[in-house]
């Protein structure tokens, strides 16, 4: 057998894949990073902060937390069905009527 050939491992791997939610939550926090790095670069390159991004700010955990309830729901059964429609019925809402507030806040920076 050369060097370069490998017989397949019969071990264990103990891998164990990260959950659903535990994935959902990621990519929140991925979101956030993201918002974090384009607030901090606009800081470097212009000496101002932004001000008025709170209701801005609140859209990505909304909407996360909606779908976090109803990954739950799919992947456990907790919380209920009905618990977890109308949790993202109202988070999703939220976040609707707050990507405007939000998004007037931001604009309010530039004029």
Same mark, same amino acid.
């Given at each position: ?23 959902? *939550? ?23 902060? *932004? ?41 999703? @809402? @939220? ?10 806040? @931001? ?5």
């Amino acid at each position: 057998m050369s060097a370069f050939e490998h017989e397949p491992h019969s071990e264990d791997t103990n891998y164990t894949p990260a959950s659903p939610v535990k994935r959902a *939550l990621a990519w929140i926090g991925v979101v956030y990073m993201i918002i974090l790095v384009a607030l901090t670069t606009y800081f470097y390159f212009t000496a101002t902060t *932004l001000g008025g991004l709170g209701p801005l700010l609140t859209v990505p955990g909304l909407v996360g937390l909606g779908i976090v309830s109803i990954i739950s729901f799919r992947t456990t059964g907790r919380p209920s069905k009905r618990a977890a429609i109308i949790l993202t019925a109202v988070c999703w @809402l @939220l976040a609707v009527l707050t990507l405007p507030v939000g998004i007037a806040g @931001l604009m309010s920076n530039f004029v």
